[in-house]
């Protein structure tokens, strides 16, 4: 994929949506493409997380294990989709686990890079409180309309 398709195709990731075009430019220009074979896993489970990726193309199956620990199939990631957004702006651990359905090509947005770029472009970080904070809140509103059924 060409930088500059790679840029237009940032910009249309929900997190990045508003951020300038040299701002996408470094991102697209820092990340690292990668090539994930069906049936093979990106990520797994409870391990160490220094990154976010980006579905470029391709469909991952996306699971958790129950209390029982059984694996459960909570979703399918596709392109445009952002995994592991809160991996590039602090430690954590992965809360699924990722495996292609198909042979799927991914972008890996690391870390270090990523608060680079928020020390060069503290709009950066402005940007993302807001939709971090956005996302947490349509989160706790999940909650409770969920919690009456568990009281």
Do not use: W
Request: neutral net charge.
């Amino acid at each position: 994929m060409a930088l500059n398709t790679e840029i237009a195709f940032l910009s249309k990731v929900p997190l990045f949506e508003g951020f300038s075009e040299e701002m996408l430019r470094l991102l697209a220009f820092g990340s690292e493409r990668r090539s994930v074979s069906k049936d093979r896993y990106l990520f797994h489970e409870g391990t160490a997380a220094d990154c976010a990726f980006v579905v470029m193309d391709g469909r991952l199956e996306l699971t958790r294990k129950d209390r029982r620990g059984k694996s459960i199939v909570i979703g399918t990631a596709i392109r445009g989709d952002l995994l592991g957004e809160l991996a590039i702006i602090s430690q954590t651990d992965r809360r699924m686990t990722a495996m292609a359905l198909e042979d799927s090509d991914v972008m890996r947005i690391n870390r270090p890079m990523f608060k680079r770029m928020m020390e060069e472009y503290p709009e950066v970080a402005i940007l993302l409180r807001k939709r971090i904070s956005r996302n947490i809140s349509e989160m706790l509103r999940g909650i409770e309309t969920l919690a009456p059924n568990f009281e």
